[in-house]
């Protein structure tokens, strides 16, 4: 059974830090590229970052690009994302996800597994 265990949301004011995790079981780990989405009120849900089964490839969503940090631990199977100088418009419920595909994927429609998702809220 797979499963995709997201922690570490909560409410932060802006220009703050918040560290996701995201634990995985029941996949071969290191066989998976990792991403992060983030969905908000009234939206459609969107990409956040990515990272490779390896580590040695990442990808960002424009808004986030230097401010959030996406890195993997293969020895315990988990996915984080460190994000730095949050602004109220990252708020949104954020969601882990896992890709057996050949390349790194951007689009959503590429991840087969989903993690619940945890709150993020950032105030003004």
């Known amino acids: 059974q797979v499963q995709l265990v997201e922690s570490g949301g909560g409410s932060v004011q802006a220009g703050g830090s918040l560290r996701l995790s995201c634990a995985a079981s029941?996949?071969?780990?290191?066989?998976?590229?990792m991403a992060w989405f983030r969905q908000a009120p009234g939206k459609e849900r969107e990409f956040v970052a990515a990272?490779?089964?390896?580590?040695?490839?990442?990808k960002y969503e424009d808004s986030v690009k230097g401010r959030f940090t996406i890195s993997r631990d293969n020895t315990k199977n988990t996915v984080y994302l460190q994000m730095n100088s949050l602004k109220p418009e990252d708020t949104a419920v954020y969601y882990c996800?896992?890709?057996?595909?050949?390349?790194?994927?951007?689009?959503?429609?590429?991840?087969?597994?989903w993690g619940q998702g945890t709150q993020v809220t950032v105030s003004s």
């Open positions: 029941g996949i071969t780990f290191t066989t998976y590229h």
């Open positions: 990272i490779s089964w390896s580590g040695s490839i990442t």
């Open positions: 996800a896992a890709d057996l595909g050949a390349r790194l994927s951007t689009d959503s429609r590429s991840y087969a597994y």
